[in-house]
């Protein structure tokens, strides 16, 4: 018969704690003989560090106390956090200081945690996304702000969402559903991520309850509106009409080929190439972690309108002399305004329009005769639908000369000017001998 050797066991005081040592070069451990599952582990160097060991929901798990200073103190602080996670675990509490963390972690803290991973990424829209949380879900919806992030359910997600949907704001509304999401799909994603924020990375979410939220009707409505020619062409004689920097703002958003203002208004001199005459933005739009470098060829009067509007600063789309960029909203309200001008002057044919429909008229009109501009180049010249396989490895050709060509047709059609067309020269048959 086997004699099986019983697991030391000993008061865990200070003076037990001191006479302690490890023999044979080998740890030792030992129980305390009141509580359960409270232990010290010797180390052959002599240092003594006191834990909790247990099983907690058929998982065992440890908890490190601390070390044994050698001090009356040190044990009895031992003993009392002991029989305090012996408390935690009789109701029901995970002790182990991380779990702790995950449980407390609040929906307020994982929305942050994701903003803080769109600035890890070097998101620039990460800033107007904190912005837009913090408007819609931390000033207006503080229970659930505050509320522990593993007990948010799909009707405290519909509420966010629907108090600024039933506010008229379709499209922020529909942005707030997918920030919600997105921060559930990403805290879930995060567990097995050491890349990943700590906010996130401790939070142990484990279901996305946003994941069946539907997307908010009408809020991405494709925009249908394109002005006539004649129609732009009023719309750009307004825009030359108006003083500056207005005026060199509005044709310069034209003469680019109405690129995204959030894009213009981060380009600098700096991004002007005097010896080619272009204009590189960076598109950091969609899910890339590096932006897109995005070539616009620069007409002689856009050249100008930068000259108007910059002056002691380095932003090319700016108000104040190149100091600071303009707002989206600025060429928004010039758009606006004009528009009204318009239709107070019966120069409308089809109703009301945006500044983004200014990007769909340029796209609609160079794609119709005369003027026939591919989709590739049209897709080159507006940044948009290049996120492909092909696009990445294999297309490389620039394209320069494709959107120098388009935008010297964009500016012939707001000008009213016609297009050139091939000379044809007669053939003249000599006269035989």
Not at 40 to 57: D, Y
Not at 385 to 409: D, N, P, S, T
Request: charged share 30%; hydrophobic share 40%; aromatic share 6%.
């Amino acid at each position: 018969m086997t004699d099986t050797k019983k697991p030391a066991k000993q008061t865990l005081n200070k003076t037990n704690l001191n006479r302690m040592e490890a023999t044979d070069g080998k740890r030792l451990i030992v129980w305390d003989t009141a509580i359960q599952g409270y232990g010290v582990r010797v180390m052959p160097n002599g240092s003594k560090t006191l834990f909790f060991q247990a099983r907690f929901k058929g998982e065992v798990i440890r908890v490190t106390i601390g070390r044994f200073s050698g001090e009356a103190a040190s044990a009895e602080a031992g003993r009392k956090r002991a029989k305090g996670i012996n408390a935690e675990l009789a109701n029901g509490i995970d002790p182990r200081p991380e779990k702790k963390a995950a449980e407390a972690a609040t929906f307020g803290d994982m929305m942050t945690g994701y903003v803080d991973l769109l600035e890890s990424k070097g998101k620039k829209s990460a800033r107007n996304v904190s912005n837009q949380i913090t408007a819609d879900i931390e000033k207006k919806q503080r229970a659930i702000w505050s509320k522990r992030a593993a007990d948010v359910d799909l009707d405290d997600c519909i509420k966010i969402v629907a108090a600024v949907k039933d506010a008229g704001k379709l499209r922020q509304a529909d942005k707030i559903r997918s920030y919600i999401r997105s921060a559930f799909t990403e805290a879930i994603k995060a567990r097995g991520n050491v890349n990943a924020p700590a906010k996130l990375r401790n939070m142990n979410i484990k279901m996305n309850p946003a994941r069946d939220m539907v997307k908010v009707e009408g809020s991405s409505q494709a925009r249908t509106r394109a002005l006539s020619v004649s129609e732009f062409q009023a719309y750009w004689a307004r825009v030359k009409a108006q003083p500056e920097p207005a005026r060199s703002l509005g044709m310069l958003h034209v003469l680019t080929g109405g690129q995204r203002i959030v894009q213009l208004s981060r380009a600098t001199l700096h991004d002007i190439d005097r010896d080619t005459q272009t204009l590189t933005l960076l598109d950091y739009k969609g899910r890339r972690t590096e932006p897109r470098r995005h070539s616009i060829p620069l007409l002689p009067d856009a050249l100008q309108c930068i000259e108007n509007v910059t002056g002691a600063g380095e932003f090319v789309f700016s108000c104040d002399g190149g100091l600071k960029p303009a707002h989206e909203l600025y060429l928004n309200d010039l758009v606006k305004r004009i528009q009204k001008d318009m239709e107070a002057a019966k120069e409308l044919e089809g109703g009301a329009f945006t500044a983004g429909t200014i990007r769909a008229t340029i796209e609609t009109r160079l794609a119709a005769k005369p003027y026939r501009v591919s989709s590739d180049v049209l897709a080159q010249l507006l940044s948009h639908g290049l996120g492909g396989v092909q696009a990445r490895h294999y297309q490389h050709h620039g394209f320069h000369e494709e959107k120098l060509e388009a935008l010297e047709m964009l500016q012939r059609m707001v000008e009213g000017q016609p297009e050139p067309t091939a000379q044809v020269i007669p053939f003249r048959r000599e006269a035989s001998a």
